[in-house]
Every structure is written in C-alpha cells, then in structure tokens.
C-alpha cells in the first residue's frame, strides 16, 4: 500500500499515472475531494481508496501496518497566499503530523519541498542543507516550505528514511485547476486560443530585458521519474534540488508553444502584478549535482521536448496524464 497526499493536484495525480504505469495499484489517495475539476485529475486511474485529508492520521494509526510507502506532496501551494495560519496549518504543521506518524510506525516519507525557499538566490540554488538557515524566500509560502526543511533536520528522531525535494518551476499535465498558479506554457497555450497571441510579464528588474526572466522549468515527468527512483532507492536521507538544472527564459518557454502549436510567435509585455512584483524571482537554476551524486542518472527533457509533448499530447486535446 502507497500513500500519496495531495493525490488530486498536479504533480500528486501524475505521480499516480507512474505508478500505475509501473504496476502499483494498491494506492491510497488522500486530499481535499471537495473540488470536482481537481478530481478529474484521477478519475480514470486506479487506486484502493480516497481519505479525506481530516481524518488521514486516525487512519493511519489503523492502517499502518499495510502501507509500504508515504509520499508526501499535499500543501497550500499558492505562491500569493499571505494567511500565514493557513500555511502553517497546512504547509508545516500538517507536514510534522505526517513526519512524527513515519517516525512513529517506521515508514520512509518523500515530501514536497520548494524553489521558493531559495528567494532571490543570495545564496545561490545549492541544495546544501547547512544553508537552510540563511535562506530568504520571497514569501509565506516560500517560508513554511523552508521552515519545515528547517524542523526536518533539527529532529532527533527521523524515519528511516526520508527525503524532501526541492521542486522548481514543474510544467506539464493535470495542472487544469491551477489557474492563476497554473504553468506559462498553460497560460500561453489558452491565451494563443482566445487571442492568437500571449501577454508576458515586463522585467522590473534592469538586470533582465522583458521576457528574459529565467527560471529552471522541469517537466513534470521528470518529477515522478525522481519521485519513483527514491521509492526504491531508501537511503541517502536529505533535501535535494528537483529541477532540470537548465534556467531558460520566459520568452523560450513562449515561442516554444506557439512552435508546438505550428503558429508564430505573437507576444506582448505587461506590468507584473503588484501584489508579486516585489516578491518575484527573476532567476532560478537547481544546482543537480546531489542528486546525481547518489546515482540518479535518466535524462531529463529540454524545454522543447517537454513543452512539445505538453502542447501536442495534453494540452490540445484537453487530455490528462
């Protein structure tokens, strides 16, 4: 039995279609199921049972005997969320509830972490984790992530093995739901539908030109291809960088859908919204070289080959992974 929280977002639905694709039936999906067009999301997977988020420890302290693994990929994940009680409920507290349960019934625990505790990279993107402390993220959100990788390494007690994943910019199917937070080759790709063309962010920064804003984007195939690699592997506990260890820049991302698409790049610039503009990341770029230090060795596709696969398998077709 696997168990897998936030199984009706983004990456926690794809993580499904993995698995599922490996063999593993035997899943344990739990989430808030209070929203049906995230719910699309696993709908035509298989799996043994939905539990409300609620109610996920009493089941637990029921249940642990039968389960083998715990990914742990639920959050609050809205980058422009400031109820810092809602992010502690649900980023950290809900997480060291998650923890202490693999501590306590000897369970390995995979969790999401997050690009955004490294703020405006003062101290670059190496997952590092004497450096947790002198992180800066860029907002609430970015500080519950880091907290919690913060308590993580401060505890006397750990599973047996454990391991947090710093994702980057992911991209690709089952993100529908998103909408605001939702990836700029999805925005793109609608925007090109209504409009013909796609309004990107101006750089307030006058290190960046418009467009030019570079983030490490990483398909989110490439997640699950990671998240499945530290199922089996079960050693070398840390926080670790998940990214494709490239940055590109807004504008590749753009032109590459509208390529996808067969069109011509059609793009105009906006202000960048104000209630981020202070509290964007104008560069990020995972520094891969722990992971691949520990024998982690696939591939992981360029922005073109992922944003193709994207647009001409998902995105056009409204299809999920």
């Known amino acids: 039995m696997i168990v897998i929280t936030g199984a009706a977002g983004f990456i926690g639905s794809c993580l499904i279609q993995k698995l599922n694709s490996e063999g593993f039936y035997d899943l344990v999906l739990v ?8 719910n699309k999301n696993f709908e035509d997977k298989r799996y043994s049972q939905l539990v409300d988020r609620n109610i996920f420890f009493d089941w637990i302290h029921q249940n642990h005997l039968h389960i083998q693994f715990i990914f742990h990929l639920g959050a ?40 955004a505790t490294y703020g405006l990279g ?18 609430p959100y970015g500080e519950s992530k880091n907290e919690f990788d913060i308590w993580a390494l401060q505890q006397d007690r750990s599973p047996y093995f454990w391991t947090g994943l710093k994702f980057f910019n992911v991209y690709g199917p089952n993100e ?11 925005h793109t790709f609608n925007q090109i539908k209504e409009t013909g063309g796609m309004k990107l962010f101006q750089s307030h920064n006058a290190r960046f030109k418009d467009g030019e804003q570079m983030r490490d984007f990483v398909y989110v195939k490439d997640v699950t291809e990671v998240l499945y690699f530290f199922m089996h592997h079960r050693k070398d506990s840390g926080i670790y960088n998940l990214g494709s260890g490239e940055a590109r820049t807004f504008l590749d991302l753009a032109n590459n859908t509208f390529r996808a698409l067969g069109r011509e790049p059609q793009i105009t610039f906006i202000p960048t919204p104000e209630d981020i503009r202070d509290k964007y990341q104008y560069f990020t770029e995972a520094n891969m070289n722990k992971l691949r230090s520990i024998g982690y060795t696939k591939p992981f596709h360029t922005l073109e080959e992922g944003v193709t696969d994207y647009v001409t398998n998902y995105l056009v077709s409204g299809s999920y992974l």
């Open 122 to 139: 003062e101290k670059g993107y190496d997952d590092e984790e004497s450096a947790l402390p002198d992180l800066k993220p860029l907002n």
């Open 176 to 186: 529908y739901h998103k909408k605001r937070m939702a990836s700029v080759v999805f």
């Open 76 to 115: 609050r994940t809205d980058t422009t969320e400031f109820d810092r009680a809602l992010l502690d409920e649900l980023n950290l507290e809900y997480s060291k509830k998650v923890w202490n349960a693999c501590v306590e019934f000897g369970l390995p625990l995979v969790y999401a972490s997050s690009a």
């Open 31 to 38: 989430d808030d199921f209070s929203r049906p067009e995230q």
